[in-house]
């Protein structure tokens, strides 16, 4: 089974009123136990709640229940390494924000079997530097117009997933 490790762009962005079907897909792997996350993300979303009571609900109906990936400190010195490869590849290409290469570094940490799942141009260009699997929800009306596949660009061999798919496109 494919696990995604949605960041809180997926979180929020399943809000968003232009969200199409992502509200319905996140409520789909979430009863299916395809949804896993990480600290970082959790430290991000979990701001939002309006108070303690907010909080623990939220701790107690959906973060309780999810699977949480480590991040270990091999991710955390190979989001340094991510960052000083983007920096050598153009000027300013590593200005991204500290969560998002730890997010990334522990989805890549977790293996092949877990998929990136985010909304944030920032993830995106992270991933293609690694190479490593991520589905982009800014690619939608893509995938609905076209075939549904949606390369990263980078030549390195990771795509996006189509949705539904268990393994690469």
């Known amino acids: 089974m494919t696990l995604y490790l949605a960041d809180s762009s997926v979180w929020s962005g399943r809000r968003r009123p232009d969200a199409g079907d992502l509200p319905r897909l996140f ?3 979430l ?20 108070d303690g009571e907010a909080y623990v ?23 340094l390494e991510v960052q000083s490869e983007l920096a050598l590849s153009g000027a300013g290409a590593q200005r ?5 290469f730890l997010i990334a570094a522990c989805a890549e940490d977790a293996g092949d079997g877990v998929v990136l799942w985010h909304w944030d141009e920032a993830l995106a260009a992270i991933c293609e530097q690694t190479g490593q699997p991520h589905e982009f929800e800014d690619v939608r009306d893509t995938r ?5 596949l949606v390369g990263n660009g980078s030549g390195t061999g990771a795509v996006t997933r189509r949705r539904g798919s268990s393994g690469p496109v």
């Open 31 to 50: 009863g299916r136990g395809e949804i896993a996350t990480c600290v970082p993300v959790a430290l991000e979303v979990l701001t939002a709640a309006e």
């Open 27 to 29: 409520v789909e792997r």
């Open 144 to 148: 609905a117009a076209g075939n549904g």
């Open 96 to 100: 991204k924000g500290v969560v998002h």
């Open 57 to 79: 609900r939220d701790w107690m109906t959906i973060w309780g229940q999810l699977q949480w990936l480590p991040l270990r400190e091999r991710a955390t010195g190979r989001a």
